[in-house]
């Protein structure tokens, strides 16, 4: 299959020091992209995403820094200090049909038993060099939030039927609760769509994904 835009990921990394003590290492991924069909809709991704990239590199460098340091010179024998650390990973999920979809991965170790990991997409209309809304793959007035909700529930309970999720007892409350229609990507059999980590499930669950197929009542990025 031809892909409507060639999509490289650009890598950078650091680390911070404060005296001779490594406090702060970082790494952090954007995408790149070009395009013969869509060179207006590369331009600008190109641009948003370099200006994220530079934005987040400050904050890790400044923001982030300063409170390692600070950490550091509260740190004692009985509590050592561990370095800081902060991730940033993209994955591009979907490339065809006039669509682009990734997503981010943003992990930060700030001390104690472990990090957290946030997560954020988009998904791009090439033609119109605009992003889309969930709504888009749902017939206009369609009720998609109630149709999401209701399938999640569905994949949820079967998962516990079979032994193979842990998720709060009160799921489906919270599924409803917590759903944010930014929080999706395509991918060739639909959309998926997914939870911030403790939503849903407890820290040993990550970012619980669930996918919802594209169907005749759905519409495709291909149409």
């Not at 948003?48 to 024998?77: E, F, T």
Request: a positive charge; glycine letters at 6%.
């Amino acid at each position: 299959m031809t892909h409507d835009m060639l999509i490289s990921l650009h890598d950078t990394e650091d680390e911070l020091f404060f005296g001779k003590t490594k406090v702060l290492k970082f790494s952090l991924q954007y995408p790149l992209f070009s395009s013969a069909r869509f060179g207006k809709a590369a331009n600008a991704l190109n641009g948003c995403h370099k200006n994220r990239a530079d934005i987040c590199r400050r904050q890790i460098r400044q923001a982030l820094y300063i409170r390692a340091v600070r950490d550091l010179k509260n740190s004692s024998g009985d509590v050592p200090f561990r370095p800081y650390e902060a991730v940033i990973t993209c994955t591009v999920t979907y490339n065809q049909c006039c669509f682009v979809s990734l997503y981010f991965d943003t992990y930060r170790y700030m001390g104690g038993a472990h990090g957290s990991t946030l997560r954020s997409s988009e998904t791009w209309d090439l033609n119109n060099v605009r992003r889309v809304a969930m709504a888009r793959f749902f017939p206009p007035a369609a009720p998609y939030k109630t149709i999401i909700i209701g399938k999640i529930a569905a994949q949820i309970m079967s998962s516990i039927e079979k032994g193979s999720g842990a998720y709060f007892d009160d799921y489906e409350a919270n599924a409803a609760r917590c759903l944010n229609t930014s929080n999706f990507f395509l991918v060739p059999e639909g959309l998926k769509v997914y939870y911030q980590q403790y939503q849903l499930a407890p820290y040993s669950g990550g970012i619980p994904e669930f996918l919802i197929p594209f169907s005749d009542d759905m519409q495709s990025p291909c149409l």
